[in-house]
């Protein structure tokens, strides 16, 4: 089926992209932090096939970069050929944090660097900084949005399941996140956490703020879904055979719910990302020098780096499919399970 | 003349095995607005009594109360007045507590099969729930168990792994059979268990229902309001009417000499027996 | 009207719940405003206690928010650290100009919206309603902030347009049709940058309040009684969609004030989003709360007008308050 087709894309897309980010240490050619004031504001490496006496290599290969410093351009140096290498060693890395392993995708010999998306002012490579700032923003957005979910699950079940003045009291509590400007919100609480302080923290304090925002909506369709699951003569059936309020639930009532879960899920994943983008964007965000897709854009704040440099614009680019990607796969579940658009 | 299903005399202990007393139902309408609170009357002065191996039919147009009824006897909701006595005790007496052994010997067969079964359940699952609900046995006694209910209302174990959607109406109503059985009650209700399926599919699980008392002398309270397969079913028959039971004999009599009105109505209104037995004669085959 | 008035006093309560909840949340705040002084060696403790001690800080919470409480209900909200002014004034300002922005850009967004929905739902899988799904799609998945990035490289590469502000330095004193040109040239981009953000989503509840009205039942039934046309799409559809659009035009105007966050900040124009973000880089403990309880009273505003509105155009809620 035709939508089927525009699904099977969307995920294949969104698991290739998972992937890579989380298998950065090896998809990336240099670390995140790796400077090289030489090659600041380089732009991106090309690749050639045919080189300056017009032999053809079957191996792409790149130029060094020669900084020029009158003019503060880059030519490239035509004198050597430095073919790509795949499988290469180089700096190490962690994979999951716990595994070490140097072997990079691929790579180019020193002095030449191949930077695809070009370095930034520090000379790094944005690359790399992509894919690593990428382990952040992405799943910053995924586990904000599973807390998220998961707050709602809970809160809406009880609602739904229970009645009375339990579910008043929550819907109650979810007016309020209704009635606050998530964003302004979710800046105010920035707000109440120290601005400098020990990455890991902040980034469970920072999923932990913007999961704890957005509850509300997922909360009120799932509580809808268990409102009308509770009523299924299948559960009235089981109820008649003396079966408790957490066996109904677990069995027959939840499993209800999990189509409207993962649509939420899809949903706010991208809102997330963009909510994380944001505030590192404003410098509210991790600090240096853990790159974030947000502060990996801060520096197009300055005139000068936004109408010289284009390439520190692709970051943000990058992001589009990837959001089309999760959008499609929204909109399918969507369809699917034809939960009630709000 | 038209074939009996069930067996020509009652069996077991005279006692009666369920004695309805006064039973009646009210709904508060809920008009938080409104000045006088109105309530729906859906029965009342309800007195039965049924004894085991016999089948109690309970027939009338719809709207009068009687899946409400069967709801309340099979303790899915709560009545408003009136006492239900089953083996020697007060149901609506009892906790909630002391109810539940009790609870399991009443069973409810809805005429919906496809709502009252889980569709993401496997058919072995669903039959075996009310024995992992009660956790009676261990999970492999209690899948051999199941199979074994299933074997018993007709259904192979091939099927075992299906999903209720996979299966035909009337194969449904026997998983909500099979599974009924599965705490072996003493006291069935089937509300217009089936009302929803063909004339051969009825046929079919009437007989299995027959086959089900003459084995396990269960008493079936039969709400329906198709008279024809009443008649043949049925020992004795109770006629609601707007809430009331304006007639209640066994159930030869009844369709000989109606006495009440509306039960002289309701039998008018049916094809007559020669003609359906002449039918079922030369064409349905069993 | 009992149904409108208890509406209200929900809102009231809801939103003192809100201004607790801010305070508390800054509250757990470790350090304050006066704290990053104290990096300078020439201020002396005391003189940051002083301070401290000047602005209320040092009181224990329940103290200040009964001090904040009292008032609000004389007007007053406070006062900020870094103007060193009430906040109440400043956010005035602020606020003023964000309207002016957002106004602008909710108005052109919802022009555009509703024919653009309209037309869509009723020439349903045709090219155009592929054509606008395609371009709602693509829309939706650029990030906003790439789009406001973009929009600042057009005005710094191209000096159509100037690169940000609300006003061109040193035409204060003009007159009042110059000052209110050089206002437009500023508001341009930013508030295109915004309409074309929200426009997306719009079209999209638009498109499907429409398309669930054509297909019920009632509308086919008046199709059968030979009404068509633009009769049709106008007299019966609007008016039957206009229920889930006049929730959403609620929220539309709700988030008036806090929309514009971002493209206030990238294209510098003073509105109430930079000032939040400064509130918050230095603490400035009563900007944050004031500006979150200001956009906070707009979005129960807007909803409230949404109800009002339903309430006056929907019978059956109508009836269902009276019985």
């Given at each position: 089926?035709?939508?089927?087709?525009?699904?099977?894309?969307?995920?294949?897309?969104?698991?290739?992209?998972?992937?890579?980010?989380?298998?950065?240490?090896?998809?990336?050619?240099?670390?995140?932090?790796?400077?090289?004031?030489?090659?600041?504001?380089?732009?991106?490496?090309?690749?050639?096939?045919?080189?300056?006496?017009?032999?053809?290599?079957?191996?792409?290969?790149?130029?060094?970069?020669?900084?020029?410093?009158?003019?503060?351009?880059?030519?490239?140096?035509?004198?050597?050929?430095?073919?790509?290498?795949?499988?290469?060693?180089?700096?190490?890395?962690?994979?999951?944090?716990?595994?070490?392993?140097?072997?990079?995708?691929?790579?180019?010999?020193?002095?030449?660097?191949?930077?695809?998306?070009?370095?930034?002012?520090?000379?790094?490579?944005?690359?790399?900084?992509?894919?690593?700032?990428?382990?952040?923003?992405?799943?910053?957005?995924?586990?904000?949005?599973?807390?998220?979910?998961?707050?709602?699950?809970?809160?809406?079940?009880?609602?739904?399941?229970?009645?009375?003045?339990?579910?008043?009291?929550?819907?109650?509590?979810?007016?309020?996140?209704?009635?606050?400007?998530?964003?302004?919100?979710?800046?105010?609480?920035?707000?109440?956490?120290?601005?400098?302080?020990?990455?890991?923290?902040?980034?469970?304090?920072?999923?932990?703020?913007?999961?704890?925002?957005?509850?509300?909506?997922?909360?009120?369709?799932?509580?809808?879904?268990?409102?009308?699951?509770?009523?299924?003569?299948?559960?009235?059936?089981?109820?008649?055979?003396?079966?408790?309020?957490?066996?109904?639930?677990?069995?027959?009532?939840?499993?209800?719910?999990?189509?409207?879960?993962?649509?939420?899920?899809?949903?706010?994943?991208?809102?997330?990302?963009?909510?994380?983008?944001?505030?590192?964007?404003?410098?509210?965000?991790?600090?240096?020098?853990?790159?974030?897709?947000?502060?990996?854009?801060?520096?197009?704040?300055?005139?000068?780096?936004?109408?010289?440099?284009?390439?520190?614009?692709?970051?943000?680019?990058?992001?589009?499919?990837?959001?089309?990607?999760?959008?499609?796969?929204?909109?399918?579940?969507?369809?699917?399970?034809?939960?009630?658009?709000? | 003349m038209s074939v009996r299903r069930m067996p020509s005399q009652p069996?077991?202990?005279?006692?009666?095995?369920?004695?309805?007393?006064?039973?009646?139902?009210?709904?508060?309408?809920?008009?938080?607005?409104?000045?006088?609170?109105?309530?729906?009357?859906a029965f009342?002065?309800i007195?039965l009594?049924i004894?085991?191996g016999t089948t109690l039919a309970l027939v009338g147009e719809s709207g009068a109360g009687k899946s409400t009824l069967a709801?309340?006897l099979?303790?899915?909701?709560?009545?408003?007045?009136?006492?239900?006595?089953?083996?020697?005790?007060?149901?609506?007496?009892?906790?909630?507590?002391?109810?539940?052994?009790?609870?399991?010997?009443?069973?409810l067969i809805h005429q919906d099969p496809a709502s009252a079964?889980?569709?993401?359940?496997?058919?072995?699952?669903?039959?075996?729930?009310?024995?992992?609900?009660?956790?009676?046995?261990?999970?492999?006694?209690?899948?051999?168990?199941?199979?074994?209910?299933?074997?018993?209302v007709g259904?192979?174990?091939?099927?075992?792994?299906?999903?209720?959607?996979?299966?035909s109406g009337g194969q449904r109503q026997r998983?909500a059979i099979?599974?009924?059985?599965?705490?072996?009650?003493?006291?069935l209700i089937l509300d217009e268990a089936c009302s929803g399926l063909d004339l051969q599919t009825q046929e079919t699980i009437l007989d299995l229902l027959a086959d089900l008392q003459a084995?396990?002398?269960m008493a079936f309270i039969y709400v329906s309001h198709d008279l024809r397969a009443v008649s043949e079913f049925a020992h004795e028959t109770a006629v609601m009417y707007q809430g009331r039971i304006v007639e209640h004999k066994p159930s030869d009599e009844l369709f000989e000499n109606p006495e009440h009105p509306y039960t002289q109505e309701l039998l008018a209104a049916m094809p007559s027996m020669d003609a359906i037995c002449a039918g079922r004669l030369i064409g349905v085959s069993r | 009207?009992?149904?409108?008035?208890?509406?209200?006093?929900?809102?009231?309560?809801?939103?003192?719940?809100?201004?607790?909840?801010?305070?508390?949340?800054?509250?757990?705040?470790?350090?304050?405003?006066?704290?990053?002084?104290?990096?300078?060696?020439?201020?002396?403790?005391?003189?940051?206690?002083?301070?401290?001690?000047?602005?209320?800080?040092?009181?224990?919470?329940?103290?200040?928010?009964?001090?904040?409480?009292?008032?609000?209900?004389?007007?007053?909200?406070?006062?900020?650290?870094?103007?060193?002014?009430?906040?109440?004034?400043?956010?005035?300002?602020?606020?003023?100009?964000?309207?002016?922005?957002?106004?602008?850009?909710?108005?052109?967004?919802?022009?555009?919206?509703?024919?653009?929905?309209?037309?869509?739902?009723?020439?349903?899988?045709?090219?155009?309603?592929?054509?606008?799904?395609?371009?709602?799609?693509?829309?939706?998945?650029?990030?906003?902030?790439?789009?406001?990035?973009?929009?600042?490289?057009?005005?710094?590469?191209?000096?159509?347009?100037?690169?940000?502000?609300?006003?061109?330095?040193?035409?204060?004193?003009?007159?009042?049709?110059?000052?209110?040109?050089?206002?437009?040239?500023?508001?341009?981009?930013?508030?295109?940058?915004?309409?074309?953000?929200?426009?997306?989503?719009?079209?999209?509840?638009?498109?499907?309040?429409?398309?669930?009205?054509?297909?019920?039942?009632?509308?086919?039934?008046?199709?059968?009684?030979?009404?068509?046309?633009?009769?049709?799409?106008?007299?019966?559809?609007?008016?039957?969609?206009?229920?889930?659009?006049?929730?959403?035009?609620?929220?539309?105007?709700?988030?008036?004030?806090?929309?514009?966050?971002?493209?206030?900040?990238?294209?510098?124009?003073?509105?109430?989003?930079?000032?939040?973000?400064?509130?918050?880089?230095?603490?400035?403990?009563?900007?944050?709360?004031?500006?979150?309880?200001?956009?906070?009273?707009?979005?129960?505003?807007?909803?409230?007008?949404?109800?009002?509105?339903?309430?006056?155009?929907?019978?059956?809620?109508?009836?269902?308050?009276?019985?």
């Amino acid at each position: 089926m035709k939508r089927n087709y525009k699904l099977r894309a969307a995920l294949a897309l969104l698991a290739a992209f998972h992937v890579f980010i989380l298998l950065a240490g090896f998809f990336a050619p240099y670390g995140f932090a790796t400077q090289d004031r030489d090659m600041a504001f380089a732009p991106p490496t090309r690749m050639h096939f045919v080189d300056a006496q017009d032999k053809f290599h079957a191996r792409p290969f790149v130029y060094v970069f020669k900084n020029n410093i009158s003019d503060s351009s880059y030519a490239e140096d035509l004198s050597y050929v430095y073919p790509l290498r795949l499988f290469v060693p180089g700096a190490p890395y962690k994979i999951a944090g716990m595994f070490s392993a140097r072997v990079h995708l691929f790579g180019v010999d020193a002095p030449a660097r191949i930077s695809l998306l070009g370095t930034d002012g520090y000379g790094r490579d944005q690359f790399s900084r992509f894919l690593y700032g990428g382990q952040l923003s992405l799943f910053a957005g995924i586990i904000a949005a599973v807390l998220s979910v998961g707050i709602g699950i809970v809160v809406g079940s009880l609602a739904g399941f229970y009645g009375g003045w339990i579910d008043n009291g929550l819907m109650r509590g979810s007016d309020l996140f209704f009635a606050l400007p998530w964003l302004y919100l979710l800046f105010a609480v920035r707000a109440a956490l120290p601005l400098h302080v020990p990455e890991w923290e902040v980034f469970l304090l920072l999923v932990s703020v913007i999961g704890l925002i957005g509850w509300a909506r997922p909360a009120r369709l799932i509580r809808g879904v268990v409102l009308s699951a509770r009523e299924r003569n299948f559960v009235r059936a089981a109820r008649g055979f003396g079966a408790s309020d957490a066996y109904l639930l677990r069995r027959h009532v939840l499993p209800q719910t999990y189509g409207v879960a993962l649509t939420q899920l899809a949903l706010l994943i991208p809102q997330y990302i963009l909510a994380e983008v944001t505030l590192s964007f404003l410098g509210l965000g991790i600090g240096e020098p853990v790159p974030s897709w947000g502060s990996l854009l801060a520096t197009l704040q300055h005139y000068d780096v936004l109408s010289s440099y284009w390439w520190m614009f692709l970051p943000a680019v990058l992001l589009v499919p990837l959001f089309f990607a999760y959008h499609a796969a929204a909109d399918a579940l969507q369809e699917r399970y034809e939960s009630i658009s709000l | 003349m038209s074939v009996r299903r069930m067996p020509s005399q009652p069996v077991d202990p005279p006692e009666p095995l369920l004695s309805v007393r006064g039973l009646a139902k009210e709904f508060a309408e809920h008009r938080p607005f409104a000045r006088a609170r109105r309530t729906l009357l859906a029965f009342d002065e309800i007195n039965l009594t049924i004894r085991r191996g016999t089948t109690l039919a309970l027939v009338g147009e719809s709207g009068a109360g009687k899946s409400t009824l069967a709801r309340c006897l099979a303790l899915l909701e709560k009545p408003t007045r009136g006492e239900i006595w089953f083996e020697g005790s007060n149901l609506l007496a009892l906790s909630e507590r002391e109810r539940l052994p009790l609870r399991s010997k009443i069973q409810l067969i809805h005429q919906d099969p496809a709502s009252a079964l889980n569709p993401g359940m496997t058919a072995v699952e669903i039959v075996a729930e009310p024995l992992a609900i009660q956790r009676l046995g261990k999970k492999d006694e209690q899948r051999i168990r199941a199979l074994e209910l299933m074997r018993q209302v007709g259904l192979s174990a091939e099927s075992a792994c299906k999903r209720p959607l996979e299966f035909s109406g009337g194969q449904r109503q026997r998983l909500a059979i099979a599974r009924a059985l599965a705490l072996e009650p003493t006291l069935l209700i089937l509300d217009e268990a089936c009302s929803g399926l063909d004339l051969q599919t009825q046929e079919t699980i009437l007989d299995l229902l027959a086959d089900l008392q003459a084995a396990f002398a269960m008493a079936f309270i039969y709400v329906s309001h198709d008279l024809r397969a009443v008649s043949e079913f049925a020992h004795e028959t109770a006629v609601m009417y707007q809430g009331r039971i304006v007639e209640h004999k066994p159930s030869d009599e009844l369709f000989e000499n109606p006495e009440h009105p509306y039960t002289q109505e309701l039998l008018a209104a049916m094809p007559s027996m020669d003609a359906i037995c002449a039918g079922r004669l030369i064409g349905v085959s069993r | 009207m009992k149904y409108l008035g208890r509406r209200l006093v929900h809102a009231i309560l809801l939103l003192l719940a809100i201004s607790l909840f801010s305070f508390v949340l800054l509250q757990l705040a470790p350090g304050d405003f006066f704290g990053s002084m104290r990096v300078n060696p020439r201020i002396s403790q005391q003189t940051i206690d002083g301070l401290r001690a000047t602005y209320g800080i040092d009181k224990p919470f329940p103290i200040r928010y009964a001090h904040w409480l009292a008032s609000v209900a004389n007007g007053q909200l406070g006062v900020s650290l870094a103007y060193n002014g009430p906040v109440a004034p400043l956010l005035r300002v602020r606020a003023r100009n964000t309207l002016l922005l957002t106004g602008i850009s909710t108005f052109f967004a919802w022009l555009l919206a509703i024919p653009i929905g309209l037309f869509s739902a009723t020439r349903r899988g045709k090219a155009m309603d592929r054509a606008s799904g395609a371009a709602t799609s693509t829309l939706l998945a650029i990030p906003d902030l790439l789009l406001f990035l973009a929009l600042l490289l057009l005005a710094v590469r191209t000096g159509w347009f100037p690169a940000g502000g609300m006003i061109s330095p040193g035409l204060e004193d003009v007159g009042f049709w110059s000052r209110a040109r050089d206002i437009a040239r500023h508001v341009v981009l930013p508030a295109l940058g915004l309409t074309i953000v929200t426009l997306p989503v719009l079209v999209r509840h638009v498109r499907s309040a429409v398309i669930q009205v054509l297909e019920s039942p009632f509308i086919r039934a008046a199709r059968g009684h030979g009404i068509s046309g633009s009769r049709l799409l106008f007299r019966y559809v609007l008016r039957a969609a206009s229920n889930p659009l006049i929730s959403l035009l609620g929220f539309s105007i709700g988030t008036m004030l806090s929309a514009s966050l971002l493209v206030e900040v990238v294209l510098s124009w003073p509105g109430l989003g930079p000032l939040l973000v400064e509130a918050i880089l230095s603490r400035d403990v009563y900007v944050v709360v004031g500006a979150v309880m200001l956009s906070s009273v707009f979005l129960l505003a807007g909803n409230f007008v949404a109800d009002l509105l339903l309430f006056a155009s929907d019978p059956r809620i109508r009836v269902e308050q009276a019985e």
